[in-house]
């Protein structure tokens, strides 16, 4: 039977029709876009219309914003399928109409990610993953209640875990003024921990000794394993959660274990004390010396840690000491002062750290070494020779000045020694304006490649200071040392100790 052209071109027309809609459809569906973009004209209505919302604040240039992008799409791609949906926003801090939004929400460093709950009312840090999978489940966890009830051991062994802190909550009934302060400590410190309750003290594991009263109990992977504690004021159980939580001698290695609590010892206002030495030969003839003197100066103003040497290069190159020097102790105050002593046997530990207390003690300076013989005309002077050599040499000297100018060029001073005459020949040989902005423009665009995320709590102690990590510093040419953040309660040689290759932005139960 004859089909007419005609028909057969109707046929096809449909049939393209149906594929051009078909291809419009999958097409609409890629260019989706879930992340919502805000600025400051829609920031304030959208968060208000939440329950639960978390905001990105990026920088287009920044390096570590762009490789999450696609990830924190992803996200938010199956969390809109969420019941109910959990919506991931974006903004750009680095655009100038938005900055005061930056500014409010204290982000002082790029991606900084913050979850918003009850129209804003309530700011965390967001502190989990930044893979789609990890940012998925986090966010799942978080959007739901602060503290999981225990009601079997499958359920304790979910919350507990073995290499992390947590803190369960044990109650006759789950009502009263002490179930009601455990809750708002969970609320308040959820991205922090994992917080489980439950009436049966049975179901949890490490299970010493029984509870006859309400207690919270915290599990940890370090020191005494299990921690109980009865009193109930939110203030008290706040401090015993963050005192008990920390390790009396932290250890710094390769293993990332230790990471969060390596991020938490700098994070303390606390003196930091450090033990370098090597874990493979050394480790366990010093480990019981060294935390008897942690534990005689707990509540004494100082932290202490144990660094590897295979793990601490980037702490020996800050303070300027060689790797022969092992086992070393130095102790760095919240000053910034430095105290050293090279080679310490592990016996001599506590005598040492006495007398740095008492005060006998000089703090140390970097200083290239005395020279072996100094009898020339021409005395060579380094910073452990100044003070005699210089100031209290009662000789007269000729002093030499140069000036070195922001591209490296080095002139020899000559003129009188007026603050004026120094003044005008700084201004007629610095580099001019034009240097300088190409210099600022390198600048930006490697912060770009290396930034890191960081964040402060908006309250700004150093108790609530929250750092995913507090630096990393760029030797850039006429710069010196650039910090693409940081904050005052962060020692700068922190930054060294993230040259390692560990996930910065996993979770940490400091964080």
């Known amino acids: ?47 208000a219309k939440h329950d639960f919302i978390v905001v990105e604040f990026y920088a287009p240039w920044c390096g570590h914003c762009k490789k999450l992008a696609p990830e924190y799409e992803k996200a938010a791609s199956i969390l809109s399928s969420h019941d109910p949906p959990i919506v991931l926003a974006k903004l750009d801090a680095n655009e100038d109409s938005n900055r005061e939004l930056a500014s409010k929400y204290a982000v002082r460093g790029f991606p900084t990610l913050k979850i ?69 400590l969970a609320e308040k ?94 480790y366990d003839v010093y480990k019981s010396k060294y935390e008897e003197v942690a534990k005689e100066h707990k509540s004494k103003g100082i932290s202490f840690l144990m660094g590897d040497l295979g793990a601490s290069q980037g702490a020996l190159q800050y303070f300027g000491v060689k790797e022969d ?43 290239e070494r005395i020279p072996e013989s100094n009898t020339e005309s021409v005395k060579v002077v380094v910073a452990d020779t100044f003070q005699d050599m210089v100031l209290n040499s009662a000789k007269n000297g000729y002093p030499t000045v140069y000036f070195r100018s922001a591209s490296g060029k080095i002139l020899r001073y000559d003129g009188n020694r007026t603050k004026e005459d120094i003044i005008e020949f700084i201004q007629k040989n610095k580099d001019q304006a034009a240097k300088e902005a190409v210099l600022q423009s390198s600048i930006k665009e490697e912060l770009g490649k290396h930034c890191i995320e960081g964040t402060e709590d908006a309250g700004g102690s150093s108790r609530h200071l929250r750092v995913h990590a507090a630096a990393i510093l760029l030797s850039l040419p006429d710069k010196g040392i650039v910090t693409c953040l940081g904050s005052p309660q962060s020692f700068p040689f922190f930054s060294y100790f993230l040259q390692l290759p560990f996930p910065l932005h996993s979770r940490a139960p400091f964080l």
């Open 189 to 282: 410190l959820r991205s922090d921990y994992d917080f489980g309750h439950t009436s049966d003290e049975k179901l949890l594991p490490r299970s010493g000794s029984s509870v006859t009263k309400p207690s919270v109990r915290l599990f940890k992977p370090f020191d005494e394993l299990v921690v109980d504690f009865q009193d109930f004021h939110l203030d008290a159980l706040e401090k015993f959660v963050e005192e008990s939580s920390t390790p009396t001698v932290t250890v710094f290695s390769k293993d990332p274990a230790n990471h969060p609590y390596v991020i938490k010892f700098f994070n303390s206002p606390n003196a930091k004390a450090l033990l370098f030495l090597n874990f493979s030969v050394d």
């Open 116 to 184: 918003l709950r009850n129209g804003g009312k309530s700011i965390q840090d967001y502190k989990g993953p930044r893979d789609a999978e990890g940012i998925v489940e986090y966010l799942k966890k978080q959007s739901g209640p602060p503290s999981t009830e225990i009601k079997s051991v499958e359920d304790a062994t979910a919350v507990v875990g073995e290499q992390k802190v947590a803190i369960v909550g044990i109650f006759p009934e789950f009502s009263g003024e002490e179930y009601k302060n455990f809750t708002a």
């Open 325 to 367: 020097q092992v086992p070393l102790i130095i102790v760095q105050t919240t000053d910034g002062k430095k105290y050293l002593k090279p080679k310490v046997e592990s016996d001599q530990i506590a005598s040492w750290i006495k007398e740095y207390n008492e005060g006998k003690v000089p703090a140390y300076r970097k200083s």
């Open 1 to 47: 039977m004859a089909i007419s052209n005609s028909r057969v071109s109707i046929f096809l027309s449909s049939i393209l029709l149906l594929l051009a809609s078909v291809a419009s459809i999958s097409g609409s569906d890629d260019s989706k876009e879930f992340v919502l973009t805000l600025d400051h004209s829609n920031f304030s209505d959208t968060i």
